[in-house]
């Protein structure tokens, strides 16, 4: 009973967690979908300058594990270039996680922008319309309404992947969760630890099927 009295009185703290794995989840994810639109552009353009190093990148940051660009980011990349030192535990986080995000979202709007039928771009040609406003006007809109369900797997998939940055000591949920273990001995903390994911992950995956359906391209 003692013990379940100090694990119920370090909830204040797993919240805490949460707030940070929640917060570096919403704000990488964005980031990589703005960056991810430029990097889909460039790979499907025909234009070599853009075409290689965007396919490059996204092969990249999709080849290596998370984990090692984290770790680069904060440990190695200090070491070879110091001005690029990141001392915010947050912010190299962010920046790891905004660069995978990326070169997965890049793909996601890839294979959305190329469903959408060659007709719209003919109609939209035949109208006059550039290439940048057949794309912002006519193929991104529709494209986005394709995006959802697939851009809520990958922000499912980085909500979990968040638990990386207790590497580096960022108190994330599974950073405070070990934290906790040490200080009481108890595994018994991994409980709440692991139900807590499981409401935000329920209540994200609530919100994009909500989106899904809302926007289906279906309806």
Aim: proline share 4%; net charge positive; with cysteine.
């Amino acid at each position: 009973m003692e013990t379940l009295q100090r694990l119920v009185s370090y909830l204040p703290l797993l919240l805490h967690g949460a707030g940070i794995t929640i917060s570096l989840t919403v704000l990488a994810v964005s980031a990589g979908l703005v960056f991810g639109v430029f990097l889909a552009l460039g790979k499907i353009s025909r234009n070599t300058l853009l075409n290689k190093p965007c396919s490059a990148y996204i092969f990249f940051f999709r080849g290596t594990p998370l984990l090692m660009q984290l770790l680069f980011i904060y440990y190695v990349l200090p070491i070879i270039i110091p001005a690029l030192t990141i001392n915010n535990r947050f912010l190299a986080a962010f920046i790891a996680f905004s660069l995978n995000s990326a070169a997965y979202s890049a793909e996601i709007i890839r294979a959305a922008i190329q469903s959408i039928d060659k007709g719209q771009f003919e109609a939209s040609r035949a109208l006059g319309f550039s290439y940048a406003q057949t794309m912002r006007l006519v193929i991104i809109p529709q494209s986005i309404r394709r995006l959802i369900p697939t851009v809520g797997n990958e922000f499912i998939m980085m909500l979990k992947d968040t638990s990386l940055v207790s590497i580096i000591a960022l108190v994330d949920i599974t950073r405070v969760t070990r934290r906790v273990q040490d200080a009481t001995g108890s595994m018994l903390i991994y409980i709440p630890a692991l139900i807590l994911y499981l409401i935000i992950t329920a209540v994200f995956t609530f919100i994009f099927n909500k989106l899904e359906k809302k926007y289906s391209v279906y309806e």
